[in-house]
């Protein structure tokens, strides 16, 4: 029989019932190990084909009660060299083709993972705690690896251009303040479209921009609270759908959008305004001091209660939207002055503390004395999240946390009422 017709004959027997299990056992361990033909493999309850070829393979009886059957990997090599003129490794790939060697792939994946690391930890904001926190969660949880093993490690260079260009100070300049999502996802990919909800990039970006907000790695499902995130950050994903909520915000200026405001507030209306609106029609609110709250309900009591008679106020329903910054932001460089609270709770310290900063506000009945003042006056609900500063009455942020308690400002509502009324 001629070599040809011998090596075609054996691999045909070898693909029949008493080798397939053993063939099988063989290439995963040989994968495993990078090859190495050290050791055995075995059989569990072998059947009668597979007895009589563990025989033949090995020289020794096996009885037909044995539950497990053990063969040398060299004994097999051996075997198949001396009856087929191809080793074990030879063999297995002539039948199902090369074998992996996967100490080689993940010592490939590591590398890969280190590099793009070290690629990421060298960004100017490798020094900041919530980008550090980040990196280390996405390369704990899986994240890093998927990633790598999809061939799409460099979306977390991408990943750091945006963080990079959205927390730095070289922003566009565009009317509506903000930065357009396509826009930025352009320049950091050449994709216009790499930051649509649900891409690989967008979910990257925003786990990072919920850990610099002080969520961890809670990124909304929402979409309402994942382009809260987004404008948090400074980008937008619609200058439509960014709105702020307002009362009494009269307006300076002889625009559509003015008078739409000039109207609501001489009946005590409330009213929304768009990033587009504001944008494309520029408003200079006409108060001298805006108060801002954040939940609608807040506003929803004054408008009823105290109509064209409360004063200015703006309600952010939340974090802060892009159309909420660009309209306080222009009426405190236009003189106005912020009178800010939130929740008592720990985003809502964040929250106030954001507007200290960014625009200057005063905090409004944000004190330690406040809080001890409501939390005696109902039930509360656990503080929950990272805690969070009170750099403007540090005592605020002791309080509670010693007490653990949560306090939404509706419980404070005859108060804010009050100051609204006489101011």
């Not at 494309?280 to 109509?307: H, K, M, S, W, Y």
Request: glycine residues 10%.
């Amino acid at each position: 029989m001629s070599a040809e017709r011998r090596e075609s004959h054996g691999y045909d027997e070898l693909r029949g019932e008493g080798w397939t299990r053993l063939l099988a056992a063989a290439r995963r361990r040989l994968e495993r190990t990078g090859g190495a033909l050290d050791g055995d493999i075995g059989l569990t309850t072998p059947g009668e084909a597979e007895r009589r070829t563990v025989i033949g393979i090995t020289g020794r009886y096996r009885p037909e009660t044995a539950k497990r059957l053990a063969v040398p990997l060299r004994d097999l090599d051996g075997y198949l060299y001396d009856r087929y003129g191809t080793g074990l490794l030879q063999t297995l790939g002539r039948l199902h083709g090369p074998l992996r060697d996967r100490p080689a792939e993940r010592a490939g994946e590591q590398a890969r993972r280190e590099q793009a690391l070290t690629s990421a930890h060298s960004s100017r904001l490798a020094g900041q705690g919530w980008f550090a926190a980040w990196l280390d969660r996405i390369a704990a949880d899986g994240t890093l690896t998927r990633l790598v093993r999809r061939g799409d490690a460099p979306l977390l260079d991408a990943a750091v251009r945006v963080l990079e260009r959205l927390t730095g100070d070289r922003l566009p300049a565009y009317p509506s303040g903000a930065l357009p999502l396509p826009v930025l996802a352009e320049w950091a990919t050449g994709d216009t479209k790499a930051l649509v909800p649900g891409a690989p990039l967008e979910q990257l970006v925003l786990r990072a921009l919920a850990q610099r907000t002080g969520d961890g790695r809670v990124v909304p499902r929402e979409r309402a609270g994942r382009r809260a995130l987004w404008e948090s950050a400074g980008a937008v994903a619609d200058d439509l759908a960014s709105q702020v909520l307002v009362l009494n915000i009269g307006a300076e200026g002889d625009t559509v959008v003015c008078d739409w405001l000039r109207d609501a507030a001489g009946f005590g209306i409330p009213f929304r305004l768009t990033l587009h609106q504001l944008a494309t029609d520029p408003v200079v609110p006409a108060a001298r001091t805006i108060f801002v709250c954040e939940n609608p309900a807040v506003l929803r009591a004054a408008a009823g209660e105290l109509q064209d008679t409360a004063a200015a106020l703006v309600c952010t329903e939340g974090v802060p939207s892009a159309a909420c910054h660009k309209l306080l932001g222009d009426a405190v460089r236009a003189g106005s002055r912020l009178h800010w609270r939130a929740d008592f709770d720990w985003a809502g310290l964040r929250i106030t503390g954001d507007a200290v900063a960014r625009h200057g506000a005063h905090p409004w009945r944000m004190t330690s004395a406040d809080y001890t003042a409501a939390l005696g006056e109902g039930g509360s609900t656990p503080l929950a999240g990272p805690p969070a500063a009170s750099p403007w009455d540090p005592g605020l942020a002791l309080a509670m946390e010693a007490s653990g308690s949560t306090v939404m400002e509706e419980r404070l509502l005859p108060a804010l009422l009050s100051d609204l009324t006489r101011a």
